[in-house]
């Protein structure tokens, strides 16, 4: 019992029987949805990846302890938590040694899903370069973290409130493949189209599956992105999100929000100028995801 982490008897179970598992990252928990809807979030994420045949596997930091799959009472409590550190890779480590609560995003769960042998990760919106980045340096580590660590992260795109276009040229920079699934624009969180064509494009999980394949058999490491659009009728259209959003950076910077603070509180105040609409909209995209990863994990176990 010398690993680093503890794992939840289901999520143990089914890593030594080779079944699939499905990452889940908890900052979207802690800082990125309000309570209650983010436990409703988390448990019905989970279910959806129960039904799909995999198992889910929610990933944090709980009183020192780098846990890989919550139960229940535990996923209530981080829910319920105000004081939970936002974990990347620089401070992981440092929640362990110092008995610390803390979140995981996507970068601190990529980290610790390599750790335990799981391959795919579903979440909604990965972080990425930041407007005006070129004053502020705010990059998200998730990109460096992509970029170095082998894992299929789901998502629905990286955050409408970064420089798309920055972000996906950092990402190709990087040697990051960025596929559209099934659609050749790449989706920008809340809505199906960002302006920005698809690197790549694959219309089903056993093609995302084959691919991976292809990369470890020419020993290419690193993660790889598959963004998910919205369905058509659930997006919001991206003229009534920009309004949102400028809004949001506005208020951001009048306040002089920085660091690690700036996206949970743009998501907060787009959530309060929606009126709850941006927050509908990523509980849905999150499920979506969730069942595409799982779709994913499931064809990757096949072979
Ligand atoms: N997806 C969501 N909501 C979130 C996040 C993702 O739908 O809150 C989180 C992820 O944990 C991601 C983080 O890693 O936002 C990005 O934070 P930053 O921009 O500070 O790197
Ligand atoms: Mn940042």
Known sequence: MSQPF?????????????????????????????WPQNIEMARGVEALIRAEGAEPATIAVLDGVLRIGLSDDDLVALAQTTGAMKLSRADLAFAMATGRTGSTTVAATMIAAALAGIATFATGGIGGVHRGAESSFDVSADLDELARTTVIVVCAGAKAILDLHKTFEVLETKGVPVIGYATDELPSFWSRGSGIA????????????????????????GGMLVTNPLAPDLEIDRETVGGWIEAALADADA????????????????????????????????????????QIAVASARR
């Open 255 to 294: 306040a002089d929000v920085r660091g690690k603070a700036v996206t949970p509180f743009l998501l907060k105040r787009i959530f309060e100028l929606s009126g709850g609409r941006s927050l509908e909209a990523n509980i849905v995209l999150v499920r979506s995801n969730a069942r595409l990863a799982a």
């Open 6 to 34: 503890q794992c939840s008897p289901a999520v143990q179970a089914a890593l030594d029987a080779g079944r699939p598992v499905v990452a889940l990252e908890s900052t979207i928990i802690t800082h990125g949805m309000p």
């Open 198 to 221: 698809a690197p790549l494009r694959l219309d089903s999980p056993q093609e995302i599956a084959a691919f991976q394949r292809a990369r470890e058999a020419i020993g290419l490491e």
